[in-house]
């Protein structure tokens, strides 16, 4: 069973930086196309930035300039850097791995962008 874990969010100014880190367990885990999604309250779940297993990287519109996602093979990890971060970004941050027609997800980390 794969399993999927997100660190790395918190409390941070208008303006701010964090790096959310996205740990997948699985010895194939260089084959893995990874999202990262993001829920705002009431809001439904949206990609914010996607890597897939050649590292090519895709954003939303929002996401576009200020964050980015890369991966680290050997650590089994994808990371999402985040910079100039506004009030609208507050959100659930969800990882999602996804591997032929399976996908496993996260249970997300909360990200807070408050003054």
């Known amino acids: 069973q794969v399993q999927v874990s997100e660190s790395g969010g918190g409390l941070v100014q208008p303006g701010g930086s964090l790096r959310l880190s996205c740990s997948v367990s699985?010895?194939?885990?260089?084959?893995?196309?990874i999202g990262w999604y993001r829920q705002a309250p009431g809001a439904q779940r949206e990609l914010v930035a996607y890597i897939n297993m050649i590292s090519r990287t895709n954003y939303s519109d929002s996401a576009l300039g200020r964050f980015a996602i890369s991966r680290d093979n050997a650590k089994n990890k994808v990371y999402l850097q985040m910079s100039s971060l506004k009030p609208e970004d507050t959100a659930v941050y969800y990882c999602?791995?996804?591997?032929?027609?399976?996908?496993?997800w996260g249970q997300g980390t909360q990200v807070i962008v408050s003054s």
């Open positions: 999602n791995a996804k591997w032929r027609e399976y996908d496993w």
């Open positions: 699985g010895r194939i885990f260089s084959n893995y196309n």
